[in-house]
T-cell receptor, first 121, second 116 residues
Framework: AQKVTQAQTEISVVEKEDVTLDCVYETRDTTYYLFWYKQPPSGELVFLIRRNSFDEQNEISGRYSWNFQKSTSSFNFTITASQVVDSAVYFCALSVSPLNAGGTSYGKLTFGQGTILTVHP | DVKVTQSSRYLVKRTGEKVFLECVQDMDHENMFWYRQDPGLGLRLIYFSYDVKMKEKGDIPEGYSVSREKKERFSLILESASTNQTSMYLC???????????????FGPGTRLTVL
């Protein structure tokens, strides 16, 4: 079974601070995919990134960066110079390869509990 | 643009009522999912479907059923609504990633269901 843990329930920062959201995952599969989603106050989850298990390169997209470390089973998300518009609930999620799961997982996502990020002006 | 729509943003029902939540996607995606979201619990998968008329239980299927008669439409049914089914319900769809793995899921805006 898969498990994703986001230990930080809520984080509060002041604008322009850097903030890191932690994500730790558990899986026995050797091929898997990790995701981050953002849920703004409007409610609709927005896809941010997908990484596969055989690519440990860190990724940067503007003010967002992701640090994937298989050795610690972590996939952390950092927002640099946070802005009020970054206020949202952020979810980390895990999907195992359909082949490893006998062809029946079909991209099922296991979500973490979510981290509520509030950025104050 | 992928679009996933849900029939209602807010719904109030009484205990014992039969409730239908509808989801439609316009990108010809093979996979469709129903989640419920509760504070502190994240999103939990109720049911998913990988093809028309095909369905599989997720992590919390009890008290729910689903229907997928057309590729673009996936319905969640609460046979007899109970107060503990008060929650936010999110529908999602994705393409079959095949050997490349799971495609990202695209979510609808959610339906906030209150059962009195």
């Amino acid at each position: 079974a898969q498990k994703v843990t986001q230990a930080q329930t809520e984080i509060s920062v002041v604008e322009k601070e850097d903030v890191t959201l932690d994500c730790v995952y558990e899986t026995r599969d050797t091929t898997y995919y990790l995701f981050w989603y953002k849920q703004p106050p409007s409610g609709e989850l927005v896809f941010l990134i997908r990484r596969n298990s055989f690519d440990e390169q860190n990724e940067i997209s503007g003010r967002y960066s992701w640090n994937f470390q298989k050795s610690t089973s972590s996939f952390n998300f950092t927002i640099t110079a946070s802005q009020v518009v970054d206020s949202a609930v952020y979810f980390c999620a895990l999907s195992v390869s359909p082949l490893n799961a006998g062809g029946t997982s079909y991209g099922k996502l296991t979500f973490g509990q979510g981290t509520i990020l509030t950025v104050h002006p | 643009d992928v679009k996933v729509t849900q029939s209602s943003r807010y719904l109030v029902k009484r205990t014992g009522e039969k409730v239908f939540l509808e989801c439609v996607q316009d990108m010809d995606h093979e996979n469709m999912f129903w989640y419920r979201q509760d504070p502190g619990l994240g999103l939990r998968l109720i049911y998913f479907s990988y093809d028309v008329k095909m369905k599989e239980k997720g992590d919390i299927p009890e008290g729910y059923s689903v229907s997928r008669e057309k590729k673009e439409r996936f319905s969640l049914i609460l046979e007899s609504a109970s107060t503990n089914q008060t929650s936010m319900y999110l529908c999602a769809s994705s393409s079959w990633g095949g050997l490349a793995g799971a495609g990202e899921q695209f979510f609808g805006p959610g339906t906030r269901l209150t059962v009195l």
